[in-house]
C-alpha cells in the first residue's frame, strides 16, 4: 500500500473495502443505534450556517492545546519542521485536504480530543485547490446537513484548506468520516503562499454516495448561504414536494435511521454517483 498513510484499525480498513450494499446495511444498523433526540430550533439554525468555516488571517492557523493561532505568527522555521512530509514515519505528516467542517478549528479540537497530548497539534493552510470543486454529499449528516464532498472538475479552482496531520490523527479523522472513501490526489494541485513547495501528495475525502447537482447536472457548489435552500430542495423529495427544509432536519434529528434508510434513497434523486475508477482511492482490508 505504498504511498499511503498507515491506518491500523481493522474496522476502518474494512469499511473503506466495503462495498456499497454491505455500507448501506452497516450504515443502517448504526443509525439504529445513534437513535434520535427532541428537535429543537437550534438544530435546524446550526444546519443551514454549515460549514461553519473560519479563517485566521489569510495564510492559515495552527491548534494546539485547544488555541489557535494565526500562520503569520509562525516562524518559518517551525511551519517548516510542523509540516514536515519527509520525517521519519512516526513523525512524518500527511497533507490531508478540508474543505467542509473539518476546516473549523472547533471541529478538529472536538475530532482530535481523545488523542495524546503531543498528537493534538494541527497546522491548517489556505489555499486552492484546481481541477476540482466542492460540493455536496447526497446524504444528512447528523447535524441535518447535506456535507461538503470533493467533486473533479476540469479547469476549476476551490478555497480549501490542507490539514498537515500525523498518520495518527488521519486515522482519527477517517474514523468520523463514515460516509467517505480516502482519496489520493497530485499535490501540485494545491497552492499556497503559506508553502514553499506542493506537497507530493494530497489526500481526501469524498462521499461514496457521490454529489448532488443542479438541473442541468452541473456540480452544486458548496456555497456560504446554499444549505436553507438546498434542504428545501431535498425535503422535496425526501419526503413530499410541499416540505421544506426544516421539516426534514427535524426528521433527521428525531430519528436519524428515519434519514439513513429512507430519506437517503430519496435523495439519490438529486446526485450522480462516485465513478470510483475517476479516483486513486484507498483500498482498504482489501488484498492488493
Request: net charge neutral.
Amino acid at each position: 500500500m505504498s504511498g499511503w498513510p498507515p491506518i491500523a484499525d481493522q474496522r476502518t480498513l474494512r469499511r473503506l473495502a466495503m462495498p456499497d450494499g454491505e455500507f448501506e446495511e452497516l450504515a443502517a444498523r448504526l443509525a439504529k443505534q445513534i437513535g434520535g433526540q427532541n428537535y429543537v430550533d437550534a438544530h435546524y439554525r446550526r444546519a443551514i450556517s454549515y460549514p461553519w468555516s473560519e479563517s485566521f488571517g489569510g495564510g492559515g492557523y495552527r491548534l494546539r492545546e485547544n488555541a489557535v493561532s494565526p500562520l503569520e505568527r509562525l516562524p518559518d522555521d517551525e511551519l517548516a519542521q510542523a509540516s514536515s512530509t519527509t520525517d521519519s514515519l512516526d513523525r512524518r505528516r500527511y497533507s490531508l485536504l478540508a474543505f467542509g467542517s473539518n476546516r473549523n478549528s472547533d471541529v478538529l479540537a472536538k475530532k482530535l480530543a481523545h488523542l495524546s497530548r503531543d498528537q493534538r497539534e494541527v497546522i491548517v493552510v489556505h489555499g486552492v485547490l484546481s481541477g476540482h470543486v466542492i460540493g455536496h454529499s447526497p446524504h444528512l449528516a447528523v447535524y441535518g446537513s447535506l456535507p461538503a464532498t470533493l467533486v473533479s472538475r476540469a479547469n476549476a479552482r476551490a478555497d480549501v484548506s490542507l490539514l498537515m496531520v500525523t498518520a495518527e490523527q488521519l486515522h482519527a479523522l477517517t474514523w468520523t468520516e463514515f460516509n467517505y472513501l480516502l482519496a489520493k490526489i497530485d499535490g501540485k494541485c494545491f497552492q499556497s503562499d503559506a508553502l514553499r513547495q506542493p506537497p507530493s501528495d494530497l489526500f481526501a475525502y469524498v462521499s461514496r454516495h457521490g454529489h448532488v447537482v443542479d438541473p442541468d447536472g452541473s456540480p452544486l457548489r458548496l456555497t456560504g448561504a446554499g444549505q436553507a435552500d438546498l434542504l428545501d430542495r431535498a425535503a422535496q423529495h425526501a419526503i413530499e414536494p410541499t416540505s421544506d427544509g426544516r421539516e426534514l432536519v427535524r426528521r433527521s434529528v428525531e430519528s436519524y435511521e428515519w434519514a439513513v434508510t429512507e430519506a437517503k434513497p430519496r435523495l439519490r434523486a438529486l446526485s450522480v454517483p462516485l465513478d470510483r475508477k475517476a479516483w486513486d482511492l484507498h483500498p482498504g482490508g482489501r488484498s492488493e
